[in-house]
């Protein structure tokens, strides 16, 4: 498999790249912030995301969407990041489509999300740590089933339209699809260290049809996982790739002893090696992406490219900040926002520690 994109991948880089950077650049995310924005994202720039097929990516001709795959959905995700712009494209398009597809709840889930009206949420987490432990109880009740338990960092999970909850039956694991209005559910949205929100879940007996579970046993969550995992990574790559386009242009600018500070040898070895470090990760997250649309054994990519954009992108906003000199650290300036952007996105489904243990595991060490 060519790690590159081909000359339509191109053309859609570019249309996104154009479009996140006029419509939602830094200053979209600013601004919601000091405007306090208790949604944490813009409703109309998510139906434009729709207007111009973004949301279809994944979801097949056949169904209304555009029928692409990782690949394409991951050019999005890169350009989002290289924008910090706030959307729930990576939970909604590209993590929910997926663990819907091919399901009964399609047809009642996709019009939506093609539409831009459709929001949906992760609810994976339980601790501070993203880690395999599901203890929210789905217990027989009738002809469906009763969830009882909370759930932590739920991005969007405050206005989302649909949960996708992961919980614990008689059989083993479920992943079940549970409409935001249900009764007994209750959401307590907190705002992150970027600005984003995410909130805490309470299911106080939740009832939900039989029909409600996407999926039975591991394969469900091992695949929305896979999808999150390798969406969060290009977003990753996005961060990085704008943190490095900014350190180089101040180190062009910036005049130290009479002479631009990018003239010093020293700074352009570390300028380098930052712009090494994010090609390598940008490479591993194409090969987990090509893999999941080829529909072959991803899961050792996916870690890979999850570890590898957690310790490329750390790298560039450490790096960045360090190199920019004290306004890298000030609020005025944009650097910070794609340090703390990149710090959750690090977190989110296993950290690189957690990638690189499962890596471990399944080498047998």
Request: aromatic share 6%; net charge negative.
């Given at each position: 498999m060519p790690l590159y994109l081909n000359d339509d991948q191109t053309l859609l880089r570019d249309t996104a790249r154009d479009f996140v950077a006029e419509h939602a650049p830094v200053s979209h995310l600013r601004g919601l912030r000091d405007a306090n924005d208790t949604t944490g994202?813009?409703?109309?720039?998510?139906?434009?995301?729709?207007?111009?097929?973004?949301?279809?990516?994944?979801?097949?001709?056949?169904?209304?969407?555009?029928?692409?795959?990782?690949?394409?959905?991951?050019?999005?995700?890169?350009?989002?990041?290289?924008?910090?712009?706030?959307?729930?494209?990576?939970?909604?398009?590209?993590?929910?489509?997926?663990?819907?597809?091919?399901?009964?709840?399609?047809?009642?889930?996709?019009?939506?999300?093609?539409?831009?009206?459709?929001?949906?949420?992760?609810?994976?987490?339980?601790?501070?740590?993203?880690?395999?432990?599901?203890?929210?109880?789905?217990?027989?009740?009738?002809?469906?089933?009763?969830?009882?338990?909370?759930?932590?960092?739920?991005?969007?999970?405050?206005?989302?339209?649909?949960?996708?909850?992961?919980?614990?039956?008689?059989?083993?694991?479920?992943?079940?699809?549970?409409?935001?209005?249900?009764?007994?559910?209750?959401?307590?949205?907190?705002?992150?260290?970027?600005?984003?929100?995410?909130?805490?879940?309470?299911?106080?007996?939740?009832?939900?049809?039989?029909?409600?579970?996407?999926?039975?046993?591991?394969?469900a969550l091992t695949r929305l996982l896979a999808a999150a995992r390798t969406g969060a990574s290009a977003e990753l790559v996005g961060v990085g790739a704008a943190t490095l386009d900014m350190t180089v242009g101040y180190l062009k600018q910036r005049k130290q002893f009479g002479a631009v500070i990018g003239s010093f040898q020293a700074l352009q070895h570390r300028a380098a090696h930052l712009y090494s470090e994010l090609e390598v990760a940008r490479a591993a997250v194409l090969k987990a992406q090509q893999l999941l649309d080829a529909g072959t054994e991803a899961a050792d990519a996916v870690a890979v490219a999850k570890a590898m954009t957690g310790l490329a992108t750390t790298l560039a906003v450490q790096e960045g900040v360090q190199m920019h000199g004290g306004?890298?650290?000030?609020?005025?300036?944009?650097?910070?926002?794609?340090?703390?952007?990149?710090?959750?996105?690090?977190?989110?489904?296993?950290?690189?520690?957690?990638?690189?243990?499962?890596?471990?595991?399944?080498?047998?060490y």
């Amino acid at each position: 498999m060519p790690l590159y994109l081909n000359d339509d991948q191109t053309l859609l880089r570019d249309t996104a790249r154009d479009f996140v950077a006029e419509h939602a650049p830094v200053s979209h995310l600013r601004g919601l912030r000091d405007a306090n924005d208790t949604t944490g994202f813009s409703r109309d720039l998510w139906r434009e995301f729709a207007d111009l097929g973004f949301t279809g990516i994944l979801i097949p001709e056949a169904q209304g969407g555009l029928g692409l795959g990782h690949v394409e959905a991951g050019i999005v995700l890169e350009e989002i990041g290289r924008n910090l712009s706030p959307s729930p494209f990576l939970t909604t398009a590209l993590a929910a489509v997926e663990a819907l597809k091919g399901t009964a709840h399609a047809d009642r889930w996709f019009p939506g999300i093609l539409a831009g009206e459709t929001v949906a949420a992760l609810a994976i987490d339980e601790g501070p740590k993203h880690n395999a432990r599901i203890t929210l109880q789905a217990t027989r009740a009738g002809n469906g089933y009763r969830l009882t338990g909370t759930k932590q960092f739920v991005h969007h999970g405050h206005v989302a339209d649909l949960l996708l909850v992961a919980a614990q039956t008689d059989a083993g694991t479920a992943l079940f699809a549970v409409p935001a209005d249900a009764a007994g559910l209750t959401a307590n949205p907190e705002r992150l260290a970027d600005a984003s929100i995410a909130a805490r879940l309470t299911f106080e007996g939740v009832e939900v049809d039989a029909d409600a579970i996407v999926g039975e046993g591991d394969a469900a969550l091992t695949r929305l996982l896979a999808a999150a995992r390798t969406g969060a990574s290009a977003e990753l790559v996005g961060v990085g790739a704008a943190t490095l386009d900014m350190t180089v242009g101040y180190l062009k600018q910036r005049k130290q002893f009479g002479a631009v500070i990018g003239s010093f040898q020293a700074l352009q070895h570390r300028a380098a090696h930052l712009y090494s470090e994010l090609e390598v990760a940008r490479a591993a997250v194409l090969k987990a992406q090509q893999l999941l649309d080829a529909g072959t054994e991803a899961a050792d990519a996916v870690a890979v490219a999850k570890a590898m954009t957690g310790l490329a992108t750390t790298l560039a906003v450490q790096e960045g900040v360090q190199m920019h000199g004290g306004i890298g650290m000030t609020d005025e300036y944009d650097l910070g926002f794609y340090m703390k952007r990149a710090r959750i996105l690090t977190e989110l489904f296993g950290d690189t520690n957690f990638h690189a243990d499962a890596l471990a595991r399944a080498a047998g060490y």
